[in-house]
């Protein structure tokens, strides 16, 4: 089944390229030209995967990716011309998953792409086959913290947690490896599934993002304790 991708993006050349290189690549891919727009086509159809410029004119980049996060989990891939940490960190810090500076390679973003989506359709409930007895869901309790790792949901005092696929996978490796302290290093192997060039920046706003809506104090986590100089590790019991 081919990937649907919605492009939202003001320079009408990079649209063009980006659009024929992922339709030979096996995309169906919608494309917009400011983020008004780009809203409109997201609530049109159902997409695997947003690609949207930080700059754009009507609704810039980060006021979408904060309109789409309100009902969605979709993976959002920033793609800009401003390649400074801050810049990497606001937007990954509104949710965003990933981060493309410009000038790019076709190649990149295509394997970004296959990447994102591969990640969140592993947390997608595909559910048991109609012949199959539903599977004892496994669920996990941390006070008010409740994890469901079949199903892939979180909710504190029984309201929903709306985890981004990465926040989901990032619980799910430190709740299962409870007291194993992972590195920077460590963390962004299994999440990110590439090498770690020490950018913190990542990390870091990633793990900001869960303690806020997973710890009643986040400048005094519980659960995700710091490790200064070595990493992160989880102390529910």
Same mark, same amino acid.
């Not at 394997?111 to 012949?131: L, Q, W």
């Not at 994890?147 to 979180?154: C, G, M, T, V």
């Not at 799910?172 to 920077?184: I, S, Y």
């Not at 963390?187 to 900001?208: A, K, M, S, T």
């Given at each position: ?91 990954? +810090?509104?949710? $965003? *998953?990933?981060?493309?500076?410009? /000038?790019?390679? @076709?190649?990149?973003?295509?394997? #970004? &792409? ?12 595909? +559910?048991?086959? $109609? *012949?199959?007895?539903?599977?004892? /869901?496994?669920? @996990?309790?941390?006070?008010?913290? #409740? &994890? ?31 007291? #194993? ?57």
């Amino acid at each position: 089944m081919p990937h649907n991708v919605l492009l939202i993006e003001d320079d009408t050349q990079i649209v063009e390229m980006l659009r024929n290189y992922l339709v030979k690549e096996g995309c169906d891919v919608s494309a917009a030209c400011n983020g008004l727009d780009g809203i409109a086509l997201f609530k049109q159809s159902d997409f695997d995967i947003v690609i949207v410029d930080m700059m754009m004119p009507k609704l810039d980049g980060i006021e979408v990716i904060k309109l789409i996060r309100e009902n969605s989990s979709v993976p959002i891939i920033i793609m800009s011309a401003k390649d400074s940490d801050v810049d990497k960190a606001i937007g990954l +810090g509104f949710g $965003a *998953d990933d981060y493309i500076a410009k /000038p790019f390679s @076709l190649i990149e973003v295509s394997a #970004r &792409i296959k990447a994102a989506i591969r990640r969140a359709t592993k947390y997608s409930n595909t +559910g048991p086959a $109609a *012949d199959q007895a539903p599977p004892v /869901p496994q669920v @996990l309790t941390f006070d008010a913290l #409740r &994890i469901d790792l079949d199903n892939f949901s979180a909710s504190k005092n029984n309201v929903d947690l709306k985890l981004t696929a990465k926040e989901f996978e990032i619980l799910k490796l430190f709740v299962t490896n409870p007291n #194993r302290v992972f590195t920077k290093a460590q963390l962004y192997g299994f999440i990110w599934n590439d090498e770690y060039y020490g950018d913190e920046n990542v990390i870091n706003v990633h793990i900001r993002r869960l303690r806020e809506k997973i710890e009643d104090q986040p400048s005094e986590p519980r659960y995700i304790k710091t490790l200064w100089g070595i990493g992160y590790k989880w102390e529910g019991q």
